[in-house]
């Protein structure tokens, strides 16, 4: 028995997330097909983070075990061939063989989120259901000064979605740092694990302070809060990437 992990991109538009469901295409499903159909086993394909439907990958981090080891090259050739057969909007970028006891979960050191807002008035066409259309200016300097206060080890239950499974809503924020990338305002975020929407409920709440319905320090007091209905909206799947997963 061999293990293998791969680095996947995908589309997350029209999946209804990583995890396999009863109802809907998801990352997972199209790859164990995928693994299936070169391989005839039927195998689980673990991830590094569940993400949700309309979020999208750019370094998703997966593993799997198989009976006989394969090259590497012609493994990852044949994944993507059956993809394309599917038409999955999924890809696998690289793939290496790893210890028996590494997983893409329990492994993993630091997870990594890009979240895109395209700030100007027209929409983009060529960015539907890639970015969160803000048609309104926001003030990113005022967003930086609140973003300052989330990082660190916080009770994050303020930005904690319902149906959350931590066990605890303890994290450590290790960054989040906001770019201005021309029209695009970029949020980078990193920590060990976060809780379930924790990305976007701390965007959705520091576009609220970029538009002046909140100060930059009212993070604080909606911190200490610990409830949900303090702190902004959350913010729409479709500007969300699971950007990078570090071991």
């Not at 259901?129 to 309104?136: L, P």
């Amino acid at each position: 028995m061999a293990r293998y992990k791969i680095v996947v991109e995908y589309d997350g538009t029209t999946l209804v997330g990583w995890q396999k469901q009863e109802i809907g295409d998801s990352a997972q499903g199209f790859l164990e097909q995928a693994l299936f159909g070169f391989t005839h086993q039927k195998n689980n394909i673990f991830a590094a983070g569940r993400t949700d439907a309309g979020v999208h990958a750019l370094g998703q981090v997966a593993h799997f075990d198989v009976e006989t080891k394969m090259d590497l090259y012609h493994m990852c050739e044949a994944f993507n061939a059956h993809l394309r057969d599917m038409k999955a909007p999924v890809s696998v970028l690289t793939i290496e063989e790893v210890c028996p006891d590494f997983h893409a979960r329990f492994s993993a050191v630091k997870r990594a989120y890009l979240y895109r807002i395209l700030n100007r008035r027209a929409r983009s066409v060529l960015l539907e259901n890639r970015v969160w259309h803000v048609n309104y200016k926001l003030d990113v300097e005022k967003m930086r000064q609140a973003a300052i206060h989330l990082l660190g080890h916080h009770d994050f239950s303020a930005f904690r979605g319902a149906g959350c499974q931590a066990l605890s809503p303890l994290k450590t924020l290790d960054k989040l740092d906001i770019v201005q990338q021309g029209e695009e305002i970029h949020f980078i975020v990193e920590a060990k694990s976060f809780l379930y929407h924790q990305v976007r409920n701390m965007v959705g709440t520091l576009k609220m302070v970029g538009d002046g319905h909140l100060k930059p320090e009212d993070i604080v007091a909606i911190l200490e809060s610990r409830k949900r209905e303090e702190a902004g909206v959350t913010a729409p799947a479709s500007g969300l990437y699971l950007s990078k997963i570090e071991y």
